[in-house]
T-cell receptor, first 113, second 120 residues
Framework: GESVGLHLPTLSVQEGDNSIINCAYS??????FIWYKQESGKGPQFIID?????DKRQGQRVTVLLNKTVKHLSLQIAATQPGDSAVYFC????????????FGAGTTVTVRA | DGGITQSPKYLFRKEGQNVTLSCEQN?????MYWYRQDPGQGLRLIYY???????QKGDIAEGYSVSREKKESFPLTVTSAQKNPTAFYLC???????????????????FGDGTRLSIL
């Protein structure tokens, strides 16, 4: 089957550095992608989304890049802070009338002081 | 504040017992979802509902049941047929068709803070 996957299960980052979290997807029909942040014992929190007609979208301290040619999605966090320590998930959706999301396994980000 | 409320936060099930997890939202969302999360893993879809009085099985529906009698509520019952129920259960909602009427675009799902179910 088709799935969303992540390149690295863990990422350790020095406070103040930039973080890059990667995600590979295999469903070429996917046209909507979301990044979520999940802190321990809580539900996933929406960070940023991007549609397939875009290749870059910026939010506050975060940037999502989409490369449809190689089916790759990344989340960049600028000036990583201790509060950014969490598990990050990418999710994909295959079409406007299908509300289901497929989630990757997640990347655990640990920020070193 | 608008949001999704899941209760209880912790739940214990005895052998042979059915338990029901509550999920309520006041976001005026049409679609609601239930996911299961096991340690170190992503989210797997159990059931979802795109409109009141209608719902569909997700990837792992066996041993679970749902109802959608009201727009705001989407309770999940973990039945005795689910032999490995210990997990973190997450409810989500999306799509405000009143606000987005005519827009065939996806919207992000918003999550509650989960119910952790364990076996006694």
């Amino acid at each position: 089957g088709e799935s969303v996957g992540l390149h690295l299960p863990t990422l350790s980052v020095q406070e103040g550095d930039n973080s890059i979290i990667n995600c590979a997807y295999s469903n070429s029909a996917s046209d909507y992608f979301i990044w979520y942040k999940q802190e321990s014992g809580k539900g996933p929190q929406f960070i940023i989304d991007i549609r397939s007609n875009m290749d870059k979208r910026q939010g506050q301290r975060v940037t999502v890049l989409l490369n449809k040619t190689v089916k790759h999605l990344s989340l960049q966090i600028a000036a990583t802070q201790p509060g950014d320590s969490a598990v990050y998930f990418c999710a994909e959706n295959i079409g406007p009338n299908d509300y289901k999301l497929s989630f990757g396994a997640g990347t655990t980000v640990t920020v070193r002081a | 504040d608008g949001g999704i409320t899941q209760s209880p936060k912790y739940l214990f099930r005895k052998e042979g017992q059915n338990v029901t997890l509550s999920c309520e939202q006041n976001l005026n969302h049409d679609a609601m979802y239930w996911y299961r999360q096991d340690p170190g893993q992503g989210l797997r879809l159990i059931y979802y509902s795109q409109i009141v009085n209608d719902f569909q099985k997700g990837d792992i529906a066996e041993g679970y049941s749902v109802s959608r009698e009201k727009k705001e509520s989407f309770p999940l019952t973990v039945t005795s047929a689910q032999k490995n129920p210990t997990a973190f259960y997450l409810c989500a909602s999306s799509i405000d068709s009143d606000r987005d009427r005519g827009l065939l675009s996806n919207q992000p799902q918003h999550f509650g803070d989960g119910t952790r179910l364990s076996i006694l």
